[in-house]
T-cell receptor, first 111, second 113 residues
Framework: GENVEQHPSTLSVQEGDSAVIKCTYS??????FPWYKQELGKRPQLIID?????GEKKDQRIAVTLNKTAKHFSLHITETQPEDSAVYFC??????????FGAGTRLTVKP | NAGVTQTPKFQVLKTGQSMTLQCAQD?????MYWYRQDPGMGLRLIYY???????DKGEVPNGYNVSRLNKREFSLRLESAAPSQTSVYFC????????????FGPGTRLTVL
């Protein structure tokens, strides 16, 4: 089955700096790559997603890039703010519903 | 529009006891999922239901059973709870089967003593 690895496990940045989280996947058939944000004690919520026919997608301060050849995708957050502090999860799935998540990255944005 | 709801929010069981976690969604979604979340391990898929009347195993199905009662409801049953099943359980739903945004419920924190 699919295996998703996520790095780093923790990331600390100063407010206003950029943050980058990277994920790799193993199944070349995977075609959907979402990113979820989870605040402490809350449920995961989708912040951005990308499909395999697209190389990059941007939504305000958040962008995701996908390299299908290398089987990796990354989340980029620019101009970070304290409210960006949370745990971020990447995931990968095919059309069979079996979504696999990375282990998560705890992002801390220091004011 | 409540989205995805789960009951109970918290539960403590003794080893060997059974229980059912309930999940319901009011978004007319076709697909529903059960995940467990353990510290440092992200979310792991237990079972999913691509559509009403179908269920499939995910990454960690052992020790669990599911029932897709109707389009709205998807329950998870622990027949004989074990301490290794102590976790936070999330239910989720998506409009389409595969490759679609999943909406999560608030979670159930389960402790097995």
């Amino acid at each position: 089955g699919e295996n998703v690895e996520q790095h780093p496990s923790t990331l600390s940045v100063q407010e206003g700096d950029s943050a980058v989280i990277k994920c790799t996947y193993s199944d070349s058939a995977s075609n959907y790559f979402p990113w979820y944000k989870q605040e402490l004690g809350k449920r995961p919520q989708l912040i951005i997603d990308i499909r395999s026919n697209v190389g990059e997608k941007k939504d305000q301060r958040i962008a995701v890039t996908l390299n299908k050849t290398a089987k990796h995708f990354s989340l980029h957050i620019t101009e970070t703010q304290p409210e960006d502090s949370a745990v971020y999860f990447c995931a990968a799935s095919t059309y069979n519903n079996d979504m696999r998540f990375g282990a998560g990255t705890r992002l801390t944005v220091k004011p | 529009n409540a989205g995805v709801t789960q009951t109970p929010k918290f539960q403590v069981l003794k080893t060997g006891q059974s229980m059912t976690l309930q999940c319901a969604q009011d978004m007319n979604h076709n697909s529903m999922y059960w995940y467990r979340q353990d510290p440092g391990m992200g979310l792991r898929l237990i079972y999913y239901s691509a559509s009403e009347g179908t269920t499939d195993k995910g990454e960690v199905p052992n020790g669990y059973n599911v029932s897709r009662l109707n389009k709205r409801e998807f329950s998870l049953r622990l027949e004989s709870a074990a301490p290794s099943q102590t976790s936070v359980y999330f239910c989720a739903s998506s409009a389409l089967s595969g490759g679609d945004e999943q909406f999560f419920g608030p979670g159930t924190r389960l402790t097995v003593l």
